[in-house]
């Protein structure tokens, strides 16, 4: 496809390509890259992936420091997302979408977890630069995953409409001037709408080549999902969000189809509302525990699998232990905005994908950049609570001293 691209360009002239052919943005991408150098070699797009991976560890970088308010500290948060195996075995082993989105979610939660500094709101350069850093991110996500920007949208009201109640009461209490602060919660909102223009899209899924593995890379061509005529409808429920739910379940059905040694699930498919919040404590597990310790060992579907596996038991010990100090975290540092943009953020993005997709490695693959930004928080806690401890420890042994 990105070859065809190329050479339609160098034949026909640039108005000939398409950022997303067949739904298929990395092969756009690689279609101008093969064009612009005249070689048709997936590693021509090396230094543009490889720029995508810096970007996102400097965003990391920048969201973690604005918890630690410690640059150095928040650099040694990184070394989960520098160092673990399944970054280069995921970002690495062939042009994906999966970097893009990543720069993208984190864009989001950057910009919003400025938004809801305190210090930020006496500063309205500050909310624009945050408000531009938003929209930054819904491009990026929109490029490659547009059904992404629709969650990102509606995690963007919930993070609005907590700040608006908040800034009001702020007026209320006189702490903050009210004509500066309407105007702030205007900005808060133009942020929130400016998902909208690419929320405007046919939601589709791989088509994949039945039957086979879903941890198999697909066709290059994406479909159109079709909702189950057997989907109920839930009347106390809103019908724009009833029809949301049902696009999880028509998603989740072109999954179950397919086969794979990593499978999970795939027998359990949803048909109402109701159905899908009573599967919510299953995909919980899924999406926050797998892959379970007895599938750590297990032989794979082929050598490259089975290797995958075992990387994983590495990964999963310390993802067990950063979701501890995550909850821990979460009850010490409460009154921190940041910990709730990341955590309310990534938790929605993984559950969205344990409801959708029923094969642990593709999981595991599509749910990479939110748990690391979860692992990485779970680092920053354990540091800011030991930097904590050792100050009190200092003051008292200046109090005894003294």
């Not at 039957?211 to 724009?240: D, E, F, H, R, Y």
């Not at 794979?300 to 990964?315: D, H, I, K, P, Q």
């Not at 540092?333 to 997709?357: H, K």
């Amino acid at each position: 496809m990105a070859v065809d691209q190329a050479n339609k360009i160098v034949s026909q002239g640039w108005q000939t390509w398409e950022l997303q052919p067949s739904g298929q943005a990395p092969a756009g991408i690689m279609g101008a890259v093969y064009a612009l150098t005249g070689v048709h070699e997936p590693w021509t797009v090396i230094p543009v992936y490889a720029a995508l991976y810096a970007t996102a560890g400097i965003l990391l970088w920048l969201i973690v420091d604005l918890f630690l308010e410690d640059r150095h500290r928040s650099l040694l948060c990184l070394i989960p997302y520098i160092c673990l195996p399944s970054a280069a075995m995921i970002l690495y082993s062939q042009p994906n979408k999966d970097i893009w989105q990543i720069v993208g979610f984190f864009c989001f939660v950057y910009g919003w977890s400025i938004l809801l500094r305190s210090t930020t709101w006496k500063d309205l350069s500050k909310v624009t630069r945050a408000f531009l850093i938003v929209l930054v991110g819904a491009i990026f996500s929109w490029i490659v995953r547009p059904y992404c920007v629709q969650i990102m949208q509606a995690i963007a009201a919930l993070l609005a409409v907590v700040l608006t109640l908040i800034l009001i009461y702020s007026i209320l209490k006189k702490k903050l001037a009210w004509f500066r602060t309407c105007i702030l919660i205007v900005l808060v909102w133009m942020s929130v709408a400016t998902f909208t223009p690419f929320t405007s899209f046919s939601l589709t899924v791989p088509k994949f080549n039945f039957p086979g593995s879903v941890t198999a890379p697909p066709s290059s061509v994406t479909v159109p999902i079709q909702i189950n005529p057997n989907w109920t409808n839930t009347n106390w429920l809103p019908s724009l969000l009833d029809q949301k739910l049902a696009g999880v379940a028509a998603a989740r059905d072109t999954y179950t189809k397919t086969a794979g040694n990593g499978n999970i699930d795939d027998t359990i498919t949803f048909h109402s509302a109701r159905d899908m919040f009573l599967y919510l404590p299953r995909a919980i597990e899924i999406g926050f525990l797998s892959p379970f310790p007895r599938q750590w060992f297990e032989s794979g579907s082929t050598s490259y699998n089975t290797l995958f596996r075992r990387v994983s038991a590495m990964e999963m010990i310390i993802t067990y232990l950063s979701e501890l100090l995550l909850v821990w975290g979460v009850i010490k540092f409460w009154r921190r905005s940041e910990i709730w943009v990341i955590s309310i953020s990534s938790i929605t993005m993984i559950m969205l994908y344990a409801l959708t997709i029923t094969n642990i490695g593709t999981l595991y693959r599509e749910r990479w950049g939110y748990m690391v930004l979860l692992i990485t928080l779970g680092f920053a806690i354990l540091l800011k609570s030991h930097s904590q401890n050792k100050t009190k420890t200092k003051q008292q042994i200046i109090a005894k001293s003294d």
